[in-house]
């Protein structure tokens, strides 16, 4: 596991594309912030990257190093409330049909 922060988070996902590995999940759990967890797997080897990040924190899609993480990227957008700037495609918060917006985002 490599604890990631806001600064440095996308060249270590930059490193995970340069060794060829594979995403297999981003998980978004709700703690004082919020925790995210992104997953590879490089030929049955599994590394994971952790980021924590404020409530109102933004960071920064990594659907231009890994296209289908703008299914996982949606996804936490729409049940977590996480800020996430320039996801391709950006479905604003219409990928799930909720009947509150951020179930999971919830209150501290």
Same mark, same amino acid.
């Given at each position: 596991?490599?604890?990631? /922060?806001? *600064?440095?988070?996308?060249?270590? %996902?930059?490193?995970?594309?340069?060794? @060829?590995?594979?995403?297999?999940?981003? &998980?978004?759990?709700?703690?004082?912030?919020?925790?995210?967890?992104?997953?590879? /797997?490089? *030929?049955?080897?599994?590394?994971? %990257?952790?980021?924590?990040?404020?409530? @109102?924190?933004?960071?920064?899609?990594? &659907?231009?190093?890994?296209?289908?993480?703008?299914?996982?990227?949606?996804?936490?957008?729409?049940?977590?409330?996480?800020?996430?700037?320039?996801?391709?495609?950006?479905?604003?918060?219409?990928?799930?049909?909720?009947?509150?917006?951020?179930?999971?985002?919830?209150?501290?």
């Amino acid at each position: 596991m490599i604890n990631a /922060d806001i *600064g440095n988070y996308r060249a270590l %996902i930059s490193g995970m594309k340069e060794k @060829d590995a594979r995403l297999v999940q981003i &998980c978004c759990t709700k703690t004082d912030g919020y925790e995210l967890t992104y997953s590879f /797997d490089t *030929g049955g080897a599994w590394d994971h %990257i952790r980021l924590n990040i404020g409530v @109102d924190q933004e960071i920064e899609s990594v &659907c231009d190093m890994f296209g289908p993480a703008f299914m996982y990227e949606n996804e936490i957008k729409d049940l977590f409330g996480v800020k996430i700037n320039h996801v391709d495609p950006d479905f604003c918060g219409e990928f799930y049909r909720l009947a509150v917006p951020a179930p999971f985002g919830g209150e501290d």
